[in-house]
């Protein structure tokens, strides 16, 4: 059965979520899965920052893991360098992250469904992917 | 010291570049924003302002300069889609701008669906502009206690205008897009009557100088009748409303004075543009003497002779392209997708055909690549296409160039100067030659350029906004 973990641009009124299966996403996962789903894939002057809504804490670490059924909160917000946008490492192998053109179809009303690469037991399993 | 109010002023968006303008001003506890507008080299969510940082049902009212989409566009998603309805804030743009920025964001909704990068529903967008507050140029409004503001005309487009905002006696002027020469229909910006303390400005031309009118005009019907002397078609990439209209008062002119002309049609490729003739017709009396006089005698001049509407029929494009020599005015202005990325794509291997950018072209798109005239460029169907059109840049974008901004900055006389809506480098440009310019007659005048969400604090203490009020 899918898990979910929510989550809600700061400057929204609702929520939305992002589903999965087992205890917990990692906050990579997490993002990865917030930039797909809401067509970020091409950005190269924001990043995505998540924060933790009971302590506005920013979770900067992306081998924490969120569990199941919790919220965050999520940010939108400037780099100035457009090298530095972090957006690429997080869609490093996403299908469809090429960017060929402007017309990549992606919903913003649903969700990434596509089955995540990971396994979540709640046991740490550090993604290939993860940024020295 | 204890009277020292501190104005913060953040830029969401257009701070250090052109696209999304949103800038918001906090003072005394008051907040207001001017402008959201969508950045138009991105779609979706990443072409909206940087817009999580505000609580937005804190804003006490949102100014919308005009209808450009770089201005407006993000004000669904704003109204609609954060908390600013859970509080007082109003939403404020002049009569003539309302009625336009309904249909264009129409044709927004309607184009963005298209790509599933939809940020909102058609609902959602009627929703947004029954709450817009209609306004007339130089009426003053009362937003709330202690906040009021006076629409001043801006040029540029049909409705711009500049906001001349109160908060608690602080005075700030916010420019958006202006111009400060007379077009064919349009009255120039006006400088307003009091000098504000804090000038919010834009400068997307930094140090550039434009060419005259004239001069400008001559240079482009010289151009498109060359082309079509030897045989070309000419595409002239535009949106929809603004300036398509000064170019269809231009050519419609050229047109009248040129018989051997007559056979060769100039097609006017939006249907968006078809709608809006009324509300251009309709406003008239907002526009300048020479467009007054020529209603006065019945002569429409928005009723054009020499223009046709396309066929709304699918594939029209293509019809046209393979079709005798002719001009065509199609939308978009950057060529991302539309009508006139498809003539582009069919046009571009023929050196006979000629491209004509008009207006200003925001990094990042194709109307700006293909400036540099490359050898080709990529399809939208990721196909390789050898460009052999001409490529010419005449701009009728109708912003202020050097002279007429660093005019306008020095008639105004504000304290602080805050440069928004320019390229990075073009905007260090004008800062520097403004700064020199200063310097050299030892006047006291700081000048600004804040980046996106680097919240600029500037203090005012109580005696120097009572004197600001009395002069
Ligand atoms: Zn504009
Ligand atoms: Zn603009």
């Known amino acids: ?132 | 010291m204890s009277d020292q109010a501190t104005l913060s002023v953040t830029m969401l968006g257009a701070g250090q570049e052109v696209g999304r303008s949103c800038c918001v001003l906090q003072y005394r506890g008051r907040t207001i924003v001017c402008d959201a507008g969508v950045h138009p080299a991105y779609s979706g969510m990443a072409s909206l302002p940087f817009i999580d940082n505000l609580d937005w049902s804190t804003v006490d009212c949102i100014l919308i300069t005009h209808f450009h989409l770089d201005h407006a566009a993000a004000l669904t998603y704003i109204t609609e889609k954060t908390n600013f309805k859970d509080g007082k804030g109003k939403v404020y743009m002049t009569h003539p701008t309302k009625a336009v920025h309904k249909f264009m964001m129409q044709d927004f909704a309607r184009m963005s669906s298209s790509t599933s990068d939809a940020l909102f529903s058609p609902m959602d967008m009627e929703m947004s502009i029954v709450s817009i507050i209609p306004v007339s140029v130089h009426q003053l409004i009362n937003v709330c206690p202690g906040v009021s503001f006076t629409p001043y005309h801006a040029g540029h487009v049909l409705g711009a205008c500049m906001y001349l905002i109160d908060i608690a006696g602080l005075k700030i002027l916010y420019t958006g897009d202006y111009s400060r020469e007379e077009d064919r229909h349009l009255v120039k910006a006006e400088l307003p009557p009091l000098r504000p303390d804090v000038l919010i400005v834009e400068s997307t031309y930094g140090v550039h100088s434009l060419e005259g009118r004239d001069e400008k005009e001559g240079r482009f019907t010289n151009l498109v009748h060359s082309i079509i002397r030897r045989g070309g078609h000419v595409l002239l990439p535009a949106f929809a409303l603004g300036r398509a209209q000064e170019l269809l008062l231009i050519l419609d002119e050229y047109w009248k004075k040129h018989p051997e002309l007559h056979n060769v049609p100039i097609y006017y490729a939006s249907n968006l543009a078809k709608k809006c003739m009324a509300v251009y017709q309709t406003f008239i009396h907002t526009m300048n003497s020479n467009i007054r006089t020529r209603f006065a005698k019945r002569d429409n001049p928005f009723v054009f002779k020499h223009i046709s509407n396309v066929p709304s029929t699918r594939g029209w494009e293509k019809k046209i392209a393979e079709g005798p020599p002719c001009v065509v005015l199609a939308s978009p202005g950057f060529m991302q997708v539309g009508p006139s990325r498809e003539l582009l794509e069919l046009w571009a291997p023929d050196a006979r055909n000629g491209l004509i950018i008009t207006g200003y072209s925001i990094e990042g798109t194709l109307a700006r690549d293909i400036m540099t005239e490359p050898e080709e460029f990529t399809g939208l169907k990721g196909n390789t296409i050898p460009r052999k059109i001409s490529v010419d840049y005449i701009s009728f974008s109708a912003h202020v160039d050097y002279a007429q901004n660093s005019e306008f900055i020095q008639a105004v006389k504000a304290q602080h100067v805050i440069l928004v809506h320019g390229e990075q480098n073009t905007m260090g440009r004008l800062r520097a030659a403004m700064t020199s310019k200063y310097k050299e007659r030892d006047e006291d005048v700081k000048i600004h350029t804040p980046r996106n969400l680097e919240t600029l604090n500037l203090s005012f203490r109580g005696e120097r906004v009572a004197k600001a009020i009395g002069t």
């Open chain 1, 1 to 132: 059965m899918a898990s979910s973990v929510f989550y809600k641009w700061a400057s929204r009124k609702d929520e939305s979520r992002v589903q999965f299966d087992g205890t917990g996403i990692t906050v990579f996962d997490l993002k990865r899965e917030i930039i797909l789903s809401n067509n970020l894939v091409k950005g190269n002057d924001f990043d995505v920052h998540v924060y933790d809504p009971a302590t506005n804490q920013e979770l900067r670490d992306d081998a924490h893991i969120i569990p199941r059924s919790s919220s965050v909160i999520a940010k939108r917000l400037p780099v100035f360098r457009p090298a530095k946008s972090r957006i690429p490492i997080y869609i490093g192998n996403a299908p469809g992250a090429i960017p060929t053109s402007d017309t990549v179809i992606r919903g913003t009303t649903t969700w990434h469904k596509g089955a995540l690469s990971k396994r979540f037991d709640g046991k740490e399993e550090p993604s290939p992917l993860k940024p020295a």
